[in-house]
């Protein structure tokens, strides 16, 4: 019960903080562990291993109950999940009544299957996540020329698109019946028209308007204090102007379910290649110098923040929560994205060959088949040789995770959904 007030005093501050954003990531993010966690213990129960415990968090118990011989519970470290299984490791003492349904025991397949459903269940989450994207909010398809603003004409009050009753956010549909998708379109229809009145059929709040608007002729001022000021009258650089300031949104079609499922395996396979690429750029020297200079020099790290994709910045939890809640306000698409690309990457990194990740189980089983001769006891690694390098491991990761968070909160990203 306690568990449960406490929880909801968290909700309700977050919510008058204004943080609801952040929370539907959290909440997201809290359930794809979970999901991971749950891989594991549906094919260890499905290969009959035996799984004592199955907790949400770490720390001392806050609260669990027993059902049969799994203990299910809350800790209160909310950085992950586990499920308990006996005997992941040669090293592990097992009461010999277990031994039996321990993971080492079991054939190769099911140590195979166990150790890898956490990253397999990542991709299933990613593929649903994708489809119902794909299905019921819809996919980027083309763009759409947007009205963000209106240019001064001194001596005015208006521009001709004021006039007639264009509107910040307006997107525009078409000029004079053909559809445009460009502002190097919008301007050449205009020009086009060499003065005359063009009609502009605009979108506005999901309905459209045809509206009149009078060219006038005039030029950009470039230089100075006034550039990009337009300037109305005929000169050496004429143009027809309608003094509207532009920019490109993106236009959204909903997939029918076959086309749902097609787009949904090319985007997961684009983001698990550039995940591939983005954590092997981590873990190389390279990778791992221009961290240094970027932790150590204020400038490489303001560049780097600035162009994170050439320079492969690396992101935290904390600027992937950034970035989640900005995602948000942009719209439902980008929002999801991005739990695609995080339930990826979790996958991905998960299966990297080292203790202790998943993909160190994988590798360990891998290994011990192979050193089984036909027709003699199975072969078991001793993993105490593989603790130092498994330490080593992890030192590094907690060198580059603790890097990444101090320049998520001393470098942070500009907006990129603006």
């Known amino acids: 019960m306690r568990f449960v007030v406490a929880v909801g005093v968290i909700v ?35 290969s009959h291993m035996k799984v004592t415990e199955f907790f949400i968090g770490f720390g001392p118990r806050l609260w669990s109950i027993r059902k049969g011989e799994t203990e299910y519970g809350v800790k209160p470290i909310l950085a992950g999940a586990y499920v308990k299984i006996p005997g992941m490791t040669n090293l592990e003492e097992v009461d010999p009544a ?13 140590r195979i299957l166990v150790a890898s459903a956490g990253s397999i269940m ?66 050449d229809a205009i020009q086009a028209r060499k003065g005359h009145p063009v009609e502009i059929v605009v979108e506005r709040a999901g309905h459209r308007s045809t509206l009149t608007v009078q060219p006038q002729a005039g030029h950009v001022v470039t230089t100075g204090r006034t550039r990009g000021e337009e300037v109305l009258g005929k000169g ?13 949104a993106p236009v959204f079609s909903s997939k029918n379910p076959l086309q749902a499922v097609a787009w949904a395996g090319d985007d997961i396979g684009n983001v698990t290649r550039l995940t591939v690429i983005g954590l092997g750029h981590a873990f190389s020297p390279g990778g791992l110098t221009s961290l240094f200079h ?49 339930s990826i990457a979790l996958g991905l990194l998960n299966m990297l060959p080292m203790l202790p990740l998943d993909g160190g189980h994988v590798a360990i089983a891998v290994y011990e088949r192979i050193r089984t001769r036909r027709g003699r006891p199975y072969y078991q690694a001793d993993v105490a040789k593989l603790m130092p390098v498994a ?3 992890i030192t590094i990761l907690l060198v580059i995770v603790g890097s990444a968070v101090f320049l998520d909160i001393a470098h942070p990203l500009a907006n990129p959904f603006g």
């Open 391 to 393: 330490y080593a491991f």
């Open 12 to 46: 309700a501050g977050l919510l008058a903080a204004g943080l609801g954003d952040l929370l539907v990531f959290v909440a997201a993010l809290v359930a794809i562990v979970i999901l991971h966690e749950l891989g594991h213990y549906l094919t260890a129960k499905w």
């Open 294 to 342: 970027q932790v150590t020099s204020p400038q490489a790290a303001k560049k780097a923040a600035a162009n994170p994709v050439k320079s492969n910045r690396i992101l935290s939890v904390v600027e992937t929560a950034r970035l989640a809640t900005q995602a948000e306000a942009k719209g439902a698409y980008y929002f999801v994205s991005i739990l695609i690309a995080l």
């Open 98 to 110: 277990d031994e039996a349904r321990t993971y080492r025991q079991q054939p190769f397949h099911r």
């Open 122 to 187: 990542h991709y299933v989450v990613a593929l649903v996540l994708a489809f119902g994207l794909a299905l019921f909010i819809g996919v980027p398809t083309g763009t759409q020329v947007t009205v963000t603003g209106f240019t001064r004409w001194p001596g005015r009050t208006a521009t001709a698109a004021q006039l007639a009753g264009m509107k910040p956010g307006d997107r525009v549909v078409s000029v004079d019946g053909e559809r445009v998708s460009s502002t190097t379109q919008l301007s």
């Open 236 to 248: 050496p650089k004429t143009q027809w102007l309608i003094g509207i300031e532009t920019g490109l």
